[in-house]
């Protein structure tokens, strides 16, 4: 007789249910062809320094977390729209990050976002940019 060995079952979770189980950090930030930060660069070689970024994403839609400074987020807020395909984020004073967001995809170990990237170098000026947290 054989034993017919069970599917491993594992329900499928909601993005939102993946975003809110895990601390982010920013992992890469890229814009027009160049990558503005990268989190195993030296500082001195990114743009600018995303390093002290940490963003929990709470069930309640509460964002709590520190920005570019290393200065907490007081009372940021995010949601997601009702197909799942935008996170709106609100009040963490991070250029970029604040407003509707186009999600570009959300795994395990990945959330990436379209966002603004303010460029200084080689080209001055705001640009449509992709954002990836990674958890820490």
Known sequence: ?????????????????????????????????LTAYKRETKPADNLYDLSKVVFKFNPDGSLTGFDNNGKAVPSAKWSLSSDDSKITITNTGINGLDGDLPIVQVTETVFEVKGKVTLTTPIVGTFDGNIKLVPQ
Do not use: F
Request: hydrophobic content about 25%; proline content about 3%; some cysteine.
């Open 1 to 33: 007789s054989s034993c017919k060995k069970d599917e491993a079952t594992t329900p499928t979770k909601s993005k939102k249910e993946i975003i809110s189980s895990k601390i982010w950090v920013v992992g890469e930030v890229t814009s027009s062809g």
